[in-house]
């Protein structure tokens, strides 16, 4: 059976697998201090076990330049193998492209349109 935690900001769900399931809330603006609770809620419920991790973007609106970069970097990245990212439209699948082209994570990090071809990517990590 899965465990879930929830936050103002996103919903974490440590799947039976291992993957840990990341859904951020809509309409959501990220700061560096929202970017740091989240990593710190992730850590604390994963137990800091690296695991791959599919992240589910339902909508956040905007996430600033210094979280984009903490998120990006060896703290936020911590306890992470590889992530998949849903994306739910071709602008934001253009978006989070090139925002990973400038931040260039040190993790593998694809984006997808669809769940299960982002499972079965990030299974290949377990």
Known sequence: MS???????????????????ATYKRQM??????????VQTRLDFTGREPRPVLVINQGVVEMD???????????????????????????????????LTKEQPAIPVRTYMRRNKAMKWLTTYL
């Open 65 to 99: 330049k210094e979280a984009r970069r903490y998120v990006s970097s060896g703290d936020g990245l911590a306890g992470i193998k590889a992530s998949a990212i849903i994306v739910d439209e071709l602008a934001t699948l253009i978006i989070v492209g090139f925002i």
């Open 29 to 38: 603006l990220v700061t560096l201090e929202m970017a740091r609770e989240i």
């Open 3 to 21: 465990k879930i935690v929830e936050t103002p900001y996103v919903r974490l769900e440590l799947l039976d697998n291992g993957i840990l399931v």
